[in-house]
């Protein structure tokens, strides 16, 4: 299955940029954008039926603008840094501010800060080197049972 991607440099969404394996060899696909939580037509209609599980990451909206000016900088949307700034402030402040003011909380399963986030991924983590150790654990002993 094909995908649109962004790339901040295009300044397009490209349609096909991402392929994604057939869905019984793909269990979860990560998806990240602004407009996938956007409660108004046609996004709520287009995008959220494709989504079995809706997080929202929260972010103070001036360290999306420092890490989106420094993004769009470095992509060479913007010739200096201030440009970028003010191209923030003109163009993805109102993105957000549409986004927040348009978001029902009630239909997401996670509404996270960055720091219930950071909690989540350490917790993630740890779960995915449990699990790994537990299944070396079992090769582990099925070799020993194949080699008696």
Not at 5 to 20: E, M
Not at 87 to 95: I, K, L, M, Y
Request: with cysteine.
């Amino acid at each position: 299955m094909a995908a649109p991607g962004w790339d901040h440099a295009l300044k397009d969404p490209s349609p096909g940029a991402a392929a994604l394996p057939p869905a019984r060899a793909c269990r979860v696909a990560l998806v990240e954008g602004l407009y996938l939580l956007l409660e108004l037509s046609p996004w709520r209609e287009a995008v959220t039926p494709w989504f079995a599980l809706r997080t929202l990451l929260r972010c103070p909206l001036d360290e999306c603008r420092r890490r989106g000016a420094r993004r769009n900088w470095a992509a060479g949307i913007c010739a200096t840094l201030p440009a970028s700034e003010a191209r923030w402030d003109e163009n993805d402040t109102p993105n957000s501010e549409l986004l927040l003011q348009n978001l029902d909380t009630a239909r997401l399963d996670f509404d996270l800060s960055q720091e219930d986030a950071a909690a989540v991924a350490e917790a993630a983590c740890k779960a995915a080197e449990t699990a790994a150790s537990e299944e070396t654990a079992c090769d582990d002993t099925a070799a020993e049972g194949a080699a008696v």
